[in-house]
């Protein structure tokens, strides 16, 4: 029998989004949801763990996370396994590379579905955007996270991306906002030529969640329609240049089929609940790829029918349960701490043998074993 623990504490007080009341160091509300993890690696005493969250924590809170599992901390970007631009770092007790980059773009995953709302593209659009690809040596290094005047006791390990791609922005929608000169995230579009922005579970409206996207659509699809002849596009009768292949476009957000996709999960994996719900479990679950990537380091050598007792923390919609089994092992028990109902209910509809455990808090009690 294989004991293994994984979770990622959300990550709502730590991420740079969080707007107001972001904590930048190892104590608020945000630590004590680490804690519980903590506490279950104490009390559960794996054989493995793995741990997840935003890379963009401050890094006083990142090195204090090194020091309390003493592990390196390792970035990884979903874009090298899937078609999202998604920056993570992990903390797990072995050794794995970085993945290798599968190459996967926007367009290769995108639906030909017209059932989103269609935005209209202001004009003129940005013609040069972002660069498609981001260049590097690719070389491994090794790199102290600081708090303060202390520097961390436990390395953080970081490979650079050889040549992974990246977002391609060409424009904004119109909008209505006061301040047209603030560049929100809602506003901006992307080319499906790049990849996906990070998807956020906790976004707003317009394209806060998901990113809008010029997506290839048919002549007859329904307006705003665009066209694009010769690297030039029409907006309200006059042409703009833009990086844009031969063809017809609308403006739209993801589906959450699309999104799924981005998470490297089945089509319909979160479908037992709403849109809005599925949007949100999705933003803030995991890419499956990654995790079976780093998972495959620990266990490839583990035979498939070996009984598995896993203890997820903050489980959300189950994907490390979906990891598991992709991973062809068939012997799990599978104990999940979440308190999100509707994420609990697609956890479910997957994977009906999950035992649900509830709030994390209760970890703390004396009488957990």
Wanted: overall charge positive; proline content about 5%; glycine content about 8%.
């Amino acid at each position: 029998m294989l004991k293994l623990l994984i979770g990622g504490s959300p990550c709502t007080y730590w991420s740079v989004a969080q707007k107001k009341g972001r904590e930048v160091e190892a104590e608020g509300f945000g630590w004590e949801l680490f804690k519980n993890y903590l506490l279950a690696k104490e009390k559960f005493k794996p054989d493995f763990f793995l741990y997840e969250n935003n890379k963009s924590a401050a890094p006083p809170i990142k090195a204090q996370i090194g020091r309390e599992l003493n592990v390196n901390l390792m970035h990884i970007n979903s874009a090298l396994v899937s078609a999202q631009n998604r920056e993570r770092f992990y903390a797990f007790n072995w050794e794995v590379p970085q993945p290798t980059d599968r190459g996967i773009l926007l367009k290769d995953i995108l639906e030909t579905a017209d059932t989103e709302k269609h935005y209209t593209l202001s004009a003129p659009p940005m013609s040069v955007g972002c660069r498609n690809r981001r260049e590097s040596d690719g070389r491994l290094y090794r790199r102290f996270e600081t708090s303060g005047s202390q520097k961390a006791n436990a390395l953080t390990t970081v490979q650079t991306d050889s040549m992974v791609a990246k977002p391609v922005r060409i424009g904004s929608i119109e909008n209505s906002a006061q301040n047209q000169a603030h560049d929100s995230k809602q506003y901006r579009v992307y080319s499906p030529d790049g990849k996906a922005t990070t998807t956020y579970g906790q976004g707003g409206g317009l394209g806060a969640k998901t990113g809008l996207y010029a997506v290839p659509a048919t002549e007859t699809a329904r307006p705003p329609l665009y066209k694009v002849t010769d690297g030039q596009i029409e907006i309200k009768g006059r042409s703009y240049p833009i990086k844009l292949p031969d063809g017809y476009y609308i403006i739209r957000k993801l589906t959450p089929v699309e999104c799924e996709r981005l998470q490297t999960l089945p089509d319909g994996y979160t479908s037992a609940v709403s849109a809005t719900q599925r949007y949100k479990g999705l933003g803030n679950g995991w890419t499956a790829e990654v995790i079976i990537h780093i998972l495959t380091g620990a266990l490839n050598k583990v035979p498939r029918d070996t009984p598995l007792v896993v203890l997820s923390m903050y489980d959300g919609i189950g994907t490390g349960r979906y990891c598991l089994h992709k991973m062809g092992f068939t012997n799990i028990k599978y104990f999940s701490y979440e308190i999100d109902k509707p994420a609990m209910k697609v956890a479910n509809s997957n994977w009906s043998g999950i035992i649900q455990m509830g709030d994390a808090f209760s970890l703390r009690d004396d009488s957990w074993a």
